[in-house]
């Protein structure tokens, strides 16, 4: 697939007013998603290794103001999410015999490594890039995660 033609299925998008469209062909992926008219779409294309088959993800929740979540009592209203930032396989622990980087009620600075996630055999720390407490792990060790799926949730303090 070329640049041509991922333009002009972004293009069919916009027509169509379409928010999302993933397809597959011969060990390539194309997934393009926009989140509102008014912004620019987002591009994620990756080879799809022949063995392992392509799992699928749920959709991010919508996400909410602090005005509509004020009222509801949720605990996780206030809380900031550590978010993938790459496709890959997200691991806990630098090795398999480790200990995770992180646990729930372990508390975090920016440049606190939460975990690593493997894209095309290379190994890239995540940061948190938020203070607070470790409150929820989202991901389970050695997971297929998507850009911009929650790994943590942190309680700022």
Not at 42 to 66: I, R
Not at 99 to 125: C, L, R
Request: with cysteine.
């Amino acid at each position: 697939m070329n640049l041509e033609e991922i333009q002009r299925i972004v293009a069919l998008m916009k027509e169509n007013d379409l928010a999302e469209f993933e397809m597959e062909d011969q060990g390539f992926r194309l997934a393009v998603k926009r989140r509102s008219s008014a912004e620019t779409p987002v591009v994620v294309a990756a080879p799809v290794p022949a063995a392992l088959p392509v799992p699928s993800m749920p959709a991010p929740a919508a996400p909410s103001s602090p005005l509509e979540s004020a009222g509801t009592g949720d605990p996780e209203a206030g809380w900031k999410e550590i978010k993938a930032p790459i496709v890959g396989t997200f691991y806990r622990a630098p090795s398999p015999d480790a200990e995770p980087f992180v646990t729930v009620g372990q508390s975090v600075e920016e440049d606190t490594v939460v975990g690593i996630i493997e894209a095309m055999k290379v190994m890239n720390e995540i940061k948190a890039e938020v203070r607070g407490v470790i409150r929820k792990v989202c991901v389970e060790n050695a997971t297929p995660v998507q850009y911009g799926q929650p790994l943590f949730k942190v309680e700022s303090v």
